[in-house]
């Protein structure tokens, strides 16, 4: 099937990629070159700085960058990553330093790839092809999620919706593509606050929050939200605000800290823009993740902005600028609530974690991606792979799943790819390998960690030449099937430690998905116990007992290494041995007791109040307690003193302080 990999790559293309190369070691840098330059391809140059880098990037425009973390300067190459991916300029990290603190700061950047010194010739020629490969899926990805979201909200344009279903169904379709946890919309440049809020409450409802509402939950009336509006600075071009900068934004604009304090939002990106010749308006995602936008976002809004400006204007049409305070909340139409639970079946789960795992389900489905489901084991990767196939326009082919682990080595090659007749001693007649048997649909590889580097290396082969090769066989065979991967190991570690190919690893890692643990998403340990309870007991023939609170606290209290899988057997255990029509306690087997006797960790989940008063108690330790008066917090909140002074006591935050 000849070479995995063209040792000159672009020996048939008639036009040169060209490389950049930031690197402040002379030697590393020439040794670079030659490798490029013998594989054909153009170097403009070598910078040794992140200074020398921008003063040719004024000049030039590389097809790629080879970046060195560490350079000369007050600036490393972290520094000058951000800028490139603003520049949409794909880059390649070169290290000698791999610790996990150095690639969880490069992950961050988004690079195509990341190579430890010393490097051999072959790893950089890998890795430029695998960049380049994701490079191109990057920008095609990226057209076509402006097309879908463009042609998705051209629909609502001419469903002529009223304001409320108008709100809820844009909120719904942006979802998927950028993730919020409360969206507020508005004119800004109206003499007292009327901005509509739209707040996530799980995967299929969204609900309003006109002015009246949001006076409620705040505690704060309307008069005085108008106040703080007014002394509230407008964003006048596309900004993200996350960490300090959030801090720092909630004093210019603390009508902006009011929405965030009552919602824990954690980042906020928001996109301002022009209705007609005059009018202001304003769109602003609230995330209570930290890093939860980027210049990607962006990046996809700004070239449909006049898209969207059409829809807010039909929309705020009639002079239905304003939603009355004692208007209905509205719940999700049947229509786009079927479409929401439509391909989610046997997922369970209504938290913020899992909501985020929805919206990459939805936003990768639709492509022909290759995707890694990454998390512990008993977490639901399988199901997470069948809601992709059933999402996708192959979901009438056939989904064909395989546990890498239990793959005899021996065996492998003729299982995953078939064997002819007379292939091998035994080989009585031909074999259609699993590949072959998903052609035109989804191969799920589970435990892909687990995999043999033999084997890995014709996996890769497939990936790259879509076709395979019968055990036996004279000729390759053309297959179209796309690759879904799972695993529970930390794929880094074995990537160093020799087990796993790097270059597999970034062909597969395109589109990472992480599941999380139950003990991270303990809000979903009701329902899950709800559904198991109500499935064991249909099975078993007898009415599903109701589940006690101190059973259920229990459960919530129980650290779940075994997660969801786990949680399954526990509950099964239970029904089993309860004879009452309510469960009082919960039936761990004794090496679960043991476990949780060890490892229970406490965990609350924190109310709007306690969002409050965590906030509070930051700003006056900022003031070193002082309340009223020039640089104190009440200055920096913006609130009348003794309104802040009311707070703080009723929030109880004066022993604190002391």
């Known amino acids: 099937m000849g070479m995995l990999y063209n040792e000159t790559p672009q020996s048939e293309n008639l036009v ?14 020439h040794d670079l070159q030659l490798i490029l330059e013998k594989a054909n391809y153009e170097v403009l140059g070598i910078a040794r700085s992140v200074d020398q880098a ?16 560490m ?47 010393p490097f051999r010739e072959q790893d950089i020629l890998t890795t430029l092809e695998i960049a380049f490969y994701r490079q191109q899926y990057s920008l095609e990805s990226q057209l076509k999620h402006q097309f879908q979201l463009k042609n998705n909200i051209t629909d609502l344009i001419n469903s002529n919706l009223n304001l409320e279903d108008g709100l809820i169904s844009f909120a719904k379709i942006i979802q998927t593509f950028i993730s919020f946890d409360y969206l507020e919309a508005g004119f800004t440049d109206s003499e007292q606050y009327s901005n509509i809020g739209v707040i996530r409450k799980n995967i299929e409802e969204y609900q309003l929050v006109p002015v009246a509402k949001l006076s409620k939950i705040a505690e704060i009336s309307s008069r005085e939200l108008d106040e703080t509006y007014k002394k509230s600075q407008i964003d006048l071009h596309p900004a993200i605000y996350s960490r300090e900068s959030l801090i720092n934004n909630f004093q210019v604009s603390p009508i902006k800290g009011i929405i965030a304090h009552n ?49 807010f204007k039909q929309l705020y049409s009639d002079k239905k600028t304003i939603i009355e305070p004692n208007i209905k909340e509205v719940s999700p139409n049947k229509e786009l609530s079927q479409i929401t639970k439509s391909g989610f079946e046997g997922i369970i789960g209504s938290s913020s974690q899992m909501a985020t795992v929805f919206n990459y389900i939805k936003k990768v489905a639709p492509s022909e991606t290759s995707v890694l489901i990454l998390g512990e084991s008993g977490t639901g990767k399988e199901k997470i792979a069948q809601s992709i196939h059933a999402l996708s326009p192959r979901k009438e082919k056939p989904l064909v799943i395989i546990n890498c682990g239990a793959i005899p080595e021996n065996l492998a090659e003729s299982i995953l790819f078939g064997h002819e007749k007379g292939a091998f001693t035994g080989a009585l007649e031909r074999r259609i390998g699993k590949f072959e048997l998903a052609d035109g649909g989804t191969i799920f590889l589970d435990e892909i960690g687990e995999m043999p580097l033999t084997l890995q290396v014709k996996l890769l082969r497939v990936l790259q030449e879509k076709n395979i090769e019968r055990v036996g066989g004279s000729a390759p065979l053309k297959i179209d099937v796309r690759i879904i991967a799972a695993t529970n190991k930390d794929l880094e570690n074995e990537v160093a430690a020799g087990r796993f190919r790097m270059d597999l690893y970034y062909r597969l890692y395109v589109f990472p998905i992480l599941v999380p643990s139950l003990r991270n998403r303990i809000e979903d340990i009701p329902e899950l116990a709800d559904h198991f309870i109500k499935m064991y007991s249909e099975n078993m023939n007898i009415k599903p007992p109701t589940l006690s609170k101190a059973a ?27 004879e009452e029509n309510t469960i009082k306690t919960i039936e761990f087997s004794p090496s679960s007791i043991l476990k949780t006797e060890q490892t229970t960790e406490s965990f609350s989940i924190k109310t709007m109040l306690e969002n409050e008063r965590d906030y509070i108690l930051y700003i006056l330790k900022k003031c070193n307690g002082k309340v009223s008066g020039a640089g104190g917090a009440a200055e920096i909140l913006d609130i009348n003193p003794s309104t802040l002074t009311s707070r703080i006591k009723k929030l109880e935050i004066n022993k604190k302080i002391n």
Request: proline share 3%; net charge neutral.
């Open 71 to 117: 350079l000369k300067g007050d600036k490393n190459g972290i520094d000058l990553a951000h800028i490139l991916k603003n520049r949409n300029i794909g880059f390649i990290f070169i290290s000698a330093n791999s610790s996990k603190l150095i690639l969880n700061e490069a992950k961050i950047t988004c690079p195509y790839g990341f190579i430890i010194k």
């Open 552 to 578: 259920l606290q229990q459960l919530i209290n129980y650290s779940w290494q075994g997660n969801i899988r786990e949680m399954e057997h526990v509950i099964q255990r239970t029904l089993l041995l309860n």
């Open 54 to 69: 921008l003063e040719k990037l004024q000049t030039q425009t590389p097809d790629l960058v080879f970046l060195d973390i």
């Open 16 to 29: 040169k990629k060209s490389i950049l190369i930031v690197e402040d070691q002379f030697v590393e840098a």
């Open 263 to 311: 919602f824990g939002i954690k980042s906020y990106l928001v996109f301002p823009f022009s209705i007609g010749n005059s009018q202001k308006f304003s769109a602003t995602f609230y995330s209570r993740d930290y890093n939860a936008y980027s210049d990607e976002n962006l990046n996809l809004l700004i070239p449909i902005e006049s898209t969207i400006c059409q829809f």
